[in-house]
């Protein structure tokens, strides 16, 4: 029985360790982003409380317009409604696999398992979450102003062209 129970606590920690950063589709990798004809993914926290998602389309003194993954459709949000923002530019690489196997591996150690199982999830927690934090920037790292950079329009939403008609 306590055997039983060691394996299931243990194959329950696996499956935690293979779980995945779910990233919206536009994001680029990292060693694609200067030819990325999409922007970047924005969460955006309203003072209110409100959340908004989406690919961030352009920016200027006074709005954010947001493509919203729920709607298809633009937010225009003024940027003195926003509290706090998360800009994610590309997508983090997944350590997934070779985490979860690392893991697995601690299996042949015997009674040093119970050492060495802990020491290993806390590594592999630590490098998934430091590979998230590598492409993501927040208000502590850069103003609203330089967020124009990452839009899929950085000068702007060019003339001609109506919010209503950008899409994926």
């Not at 499956?15 to 060693?31: D, F, H, M, V």
């Not at 961030?56 to 225009?76: E, F, M, P, Q």
């Not at 398992?113 to 502590?140: D, M």
Request: proline share 4%; aromatic share 8%.
């Amino acid at each position: 029985m306590k055997n039983r129970l060691f394996f299931c606590c243990i194959s329950a920690l696996l499956l935690l360790g293979g779980c995945r950063i779910r990233n919206a589709q536009y994001l680029p990798t990292k060693t694609t982003i200067g030819t990325n004809r999409y922007g970047s993914r924005m969460d955006i926290r309203l003072q209110n409380g409100r959340q908004v998602l989406g690919e961030l389309i352009a920016i200027d003194t006074s709005n954010i317009i947001i493509l919203r993954d729920s709607v298809h459709g633009c937010k225009v949000v003024p940027i003195r409604d926003v509290e706090t923002f998360r800009l994610i530019f590309a997508k983090p690489t997944d350590y997934s696999a070779p985490l979860t196997l690392g893991t697995i591996s601690t299996l042949s150690h015997g009674y040093w398992l119970v050492f060495t199982l802990p020491i290993n999830i806390i590594a592999a927690a630590a490098v998934s979450s430091s590979s998230k934090g590598s492409v993501t920037y927040s208000q502590s790292h850069i103003t609203l102003q330089e967020l124009q950079m990452f839009a899929r329009f950085p000068q702007g939403v060019p003339e001609g062209v109506a919010v209503e008609m950008i899409g994926y």
